[in-house]
């Protein structure tokens, strides 16, 4: 995460200070214990300062925060992305159907001679589903989410951009890309919600 200016000031406070009360850093920022009180949360929970009853607050450190985030603004989405899952144009819904349930997955991209064309998602096949008896008929042209509308990322965006990219767009995943001449987007992967929890728990683990 990144500090605010009064938060950064409050921890040079308490490196030069420590240990020191709540009161004493409200004081020497002329600002309330009230004030402060959210500023203080957020730097405890985050593990950069440690609070003891009766005693007050230490220093703990930024290297672990400081290590995560420089690594999620420094890595290609490319390190950490799954396979993509794919159907070509020209197959049917119901092909669409068999494969994301067989490869028990949310999203597949549509693809035109290895191109991004468009993407289906478990909502999309549903609505197909209802009400037609001859989905091997369907294309999935007509059903999918056309490429103008897709948010994607770039194979070198950091993972950082497609974390935001998600959170922003509210999507399960991206398609990961490499631009072609033309604008044609190559599909070379995909950045889910599972990959986010992957990292996490790795951070958690320290591996």
């Given at each position: 995460?990144?500090?605010?200016a009064r938060?950064k000031?409050?921890?040079e406070?308490v490196?030069?200070?420590?240990p020191?009360?709540?009161?004493?850093?409200?004081?020497?920022l002329g600002?309330?214990?009230?004030?402060?009180?959210?500023?203080?949360?957020?730097?405890t929970?985050?593990?950069?300062?440690?609070a003891?009853?009766?005693?007050?607050?230490?220093?703990?450190?930024?290297?672990?925060n400081?290590?995560i985030?420089?690594f999620l603004?420094?890595?290609p989405?490319?390190?950490?992305?799954?396979?993509p899952?794919?159907?070509?144009?020209?197959?049917s819904?119901?092909?669409?159907?068999?494969t994301l349930?067989l490869?028990?997955?949310?999203t597949?991209y549509v693809?035109?001679d290895?191109f991004?064309?468009?993407?289906?998602s478990?909502?999309?096949?549903?609505?197909a589903?209802i009400g037609n008896?001859d989905l091997?008929?369907?294309?999935?042209?007509?059903?999918?989410?056309?490429?103008?509308?897709?948010?994607y990322?770039?194979?070198?965006?950091?993972?950082?951009?497609?974390?935001?990219?998600?959170?922003?767009?509210?999507?399960d995943?991206?398609p990961?890309?490499?631009?072609?001449?033309?604008?044609k987007?190559e599909?070379?992967g995909?950045f889910?919600k599972?990959?986010?929890?992957?990292?996490?728990m790795?951070?958690?683990?320290?591996?």
């Amino acid at each position: 995460m990144e500090l605010n200016a009064r938060q950064k000031r409050i921890v040079e406070i308490v490196k030069e200070n420590q240990p020191i009360t709540g009161e004493e850093i409200a004081k020497k920022l002329g600002l309330t214990r009230a004030t402060l009180r959210p500023d203080l949360s957020v730097l405890t929970m985050s593990k950069i300062l440690d609070a003891r009853p009766r005693v007050g607050y230490f220093y703990v450190g930024t290297k672990t925060n400081e290590g995560i985030l420089k690594f999620l603004k420094e890595s290609p989405v490319k390190d950490v992305g799954s396979l993509p899952i794919v159907i070509a144009e020209g197959k049917s819904v119901y092909e669409a159907i068999v494969t994301l349930f067989l490869e028990d997955v949310g999203t597949i991209y549509v693809v035109k001679d290895a191109f991004l064309s468009g993407v289906i998602s478990r909502k999309d096949l549903l609505k197909a589903a209802i009400g037609n008896k001859d989905l091997d008929t369907i294309p999935v042209e007509m059903v999918m989410t056309r490429l103008s509308h897709i948010i994607y990322v770039d194979s070198n965006e950091s993972i950082y951009e497609a974390l935001t990219k998600i959170l922003t767009y509210e999507v399960d995943s991206l398609p990961i890309v490499n631009m072609h001449e033309g604008n044609k987007l190559e599909v070379i992967g995909r950045f889910t919600k599972t990959n986010v929890s992957r990292l996490l728990m790795e951070f958690v683990n320290g591996n």
